[in-house]
């Protein structure tokens, strides 16, 4: 079945570390996006990729870093540089333009 | 303002109750639209896409209204696995042409009573 994975489900970070949340998806996607979820609060965009070996800042692109070697990959870097990590993280990929998002089921990172 | 603005609930509703929710939009030049279903802890998912005419899908009927920059969703019959939060998504272009993103409301919590 096609579909877009997350991993780890969890992950905990310790102070000063960086940290990569993995996502990968076998749907053909060209788009792919990387959003934080806080409670009570909307979706905010941290990075996108709408093509192999080029991406986007969003909106909240400080403290994180992206990569897009291969159309089924965009791992997210959580660099020690991004005060206030604690969040669920979820990546999505979309056919382009004009289409809903497929949603990967997200992690949720911890500082400890 | 926000650019996708929803009334954050929550809404407790009884069971075969009917129930509607607002969204509205800053962007006059989105082009599309869309109501997303989360559950708790969950990621969101696609529940419909919003078209001009209206469409509607068994129990759930979505509606744009271009003029007054607005979409609703309508939720017939309610129940009780209906009890998510409710996203509203629009999609605005970005500043070069082609660069297109989703863009969140913060969600309306609804919860259906037995």
């Known amino acids: 079945d096609g579909g877009i994975t997350q991993s780890p489900k969890y992950l905990f970070r310790k102070e000063g570390q960086n940290v990569t949340l993995s996502c990968e998806q076998n749907l053909n996607h060209d788009a792919m996006y990387w959003y934080r979820q806080d409670p009570g609060q909307g979706l905010r965009l941290i990075y996108y990729?709408?093509?192999?070996?080029?991406?986007q800042k969003g909106d909240i692109a400080e403290g994180y870093s992206v990569s897009r070697e291969k159309k089924e990959s965009f791992p997210l870097t959580v660099t020690s540089a991004q005060k206030n990590p604690t969040a669920f993280y979820l990546c999505a990929s979309t056919p382009i333009a004009n289409y809903g998002y497929t949603f990967g089921s997200g992690t949720r990172l911890t500082v400890v | 303002r926000k650019e996708v603005e929803q009334d954050p609930g929550p809404f407790n509703v009884p069971e075969g109750a009917t129930v509607a929710f607002n969204c509205t939009y800053s962007n006059s030049a989105s082009q599309s639209f869309f109501w997303y279903r989360q559950d708790c802890r969950k990621e969101p998912k696609l529940l419909m896409s919003?078209?001009?005419s209206g469409n509607e899908d068994g129990r759930f009927t979505a509606q744009l209204n271009r003029a007054s920059q607005y979409i609703s969703l309508l939720i017939r019959d309610s129940k009780l696995s209906d009890s998510a939060t409710y996203l509203c998504v629009v999609n605005s272009r970005g500043a070069n042409f082609g660069n297109e993103k989703l863009t969140f409301g913060t969600g309306t919590r609804l919860t259906i009573i037995p």
């Open positions: 919003v078209y001009s």
């Open positions: 990729s709408q093509i192999v070996n080029d991406f």
